[in-house]
Each structure stands twice: as C-alpha cells, then as structure tokens.
C-alpha cells in the first residue's frame, strides 16, 4: 500500500542510474509506449495543485495562474518546465524548487493517485495482441516503477525510462533503437507529448484528452498537435491502433502475430 511506501519513495526520488545498453531486437507485433501521469494513472490534478502551491511560494505567481502554467507545459519534465516559465530565474532556486515539487508529489499525488479504470483491461488486451509495451515518463524512472507495482501494471511493461534516462524525445530515439523497423505508437496527454512523437523517426501519437477544473485539454487540441487520434478515455485505444496502423502504407504495416516471448499473459 502506498501509505507504507512514502518513506521507500522518497529514498529513490532522486537516484539517477546508468542505463546499460541494450541491444536491439525483433518484437512480434510492434511498440506501444506509454506516458505515465495523466495517461496511465490519473493524477494530473493531483499533482497540478502541488505544483501551483510549489511555484507560488518560490516565485511568487499566483496560484491559480500558476496552476495554469504548469498545465500547459506538463509533459516534460518539471525541471524543463520551470527554466521554460522562469528562465531569469536562478538555476539555485529552480533546482530547490524541484526538489521540493518532487518530494511533495510523492506525498501528495502519488500517495492518493490511481490508474484510469480502464488501463488494466487495455494493457491486457495489447499485451495479448503481442504488442510491446514500454513507459516514456518525465518522473524518476524508480518512482514510476514503485507506483506501477504499487498498482500491479508493472509486470505489462518490457522497460521503462524516465527524467534520469533523458527527455521524452531522447526516450523515442533510444526505444527506436532498441526496436529498429517495429511499428511504434506513443500514448501521451499532453502537447509536449504529440510533438516529440512528431519530431521521432515514424512514431505514431495518440492522445488522452483531459477535463479538470478550470482546464480542458480537448481531443481536437491534441489532433491540433499531431494526434491521430485522441479520445478521454483509452478504452478504444486497441482498436485504434489496429485501425491506424492498417490504414498505413503497405511497407509500413506491423508484421502478422508470432508466438510471444513472455509466456504466462493472459
């Protein structure tokens, strides 16, 4: 339960681990690659009104605008944000800032926070479809995986990468690497998102629009930044991906089903 693992949180919030090289291989049917705040587990409000407390006692922003700010530049990772909202701000003060947002996020959001009540049956279904699942997040990579344990999603996912593996874009070229040729798609809540699947070699994005108080990031917005397609919920997301990719050019198709490599999914 997470209320005993506060304490095992905080130990790893700020541990950056060198990635060993992996090398890159063949997968049955494609990758999927999952954001995870406000995509898998359903926190960003949670973690907005963090944030928005966070930023009005350092910098003195209101903390309804800098709810505001911190919404419409989540999907990198809190550091970026605060060098892109404050850029005259001293690095010192931004680095405090992010530790602190960092601590009160695993007592705050995470401690509360839990998946989207649809993600179990959905990583369910692609996982028994063949495809690769993978996590792209701007939180600690340790932090993501205590939660995604936390709430028995982990086992899903062949890897996952976070802040201390590089930006989300850095994320998409290491997994291309990682799985050269395969069929990709990133599932993502934000504009950030949309953009660095646009800007990664022949990755598909799809988005998960939000409604929050004072804040509504609609599925037009994310098809706005590149989404194919976008919805509220990923309820329909399997079949969405079977669409999309059947509707691309022959060469580009996934390949047919072959046996998978982790037995025991079902």
Known sequence: MIGGATSQFAEVAHLVTAE????????ARGVVVFDLDGTII??????SHVAADVISTAFGTPAAEARIHYLATTG?????QLAQLFPAAPAVLRAQTARTFHQRKIQEAYKHAKPFPEIPRVLRTLSQQQWTLVVSTGAEREMA?????????RYWFESVLGSGQ??????LIEYRRRYPEAPMVLVGDSRFDMEAAASAPDVLPVGRASSLQDWTLTPADLKSW??????YSLGALPEAIET???LRPEGKRPAAPRKSARPGKK
């Open 20 to 27: 060993p090289v992996v090398s890159p291989q063949q997968v």
């Open 42 to 47: 359903d926190d960003i409000g949670l973690i």
């Open 76 to 80: 990198m990772p809190f550091e970026a």
């Open 145 to 153: 995986d205590l939660v995604l344990e936390r709430e028995g999603l």
């Open 166 to 171: 590089g930006t989300k874009r850095e994320h």
């Open 226 to 231: 590149g989404a194919v397609w976008a919805d």
């Open 244 to 246: 999309l990719l059947r």
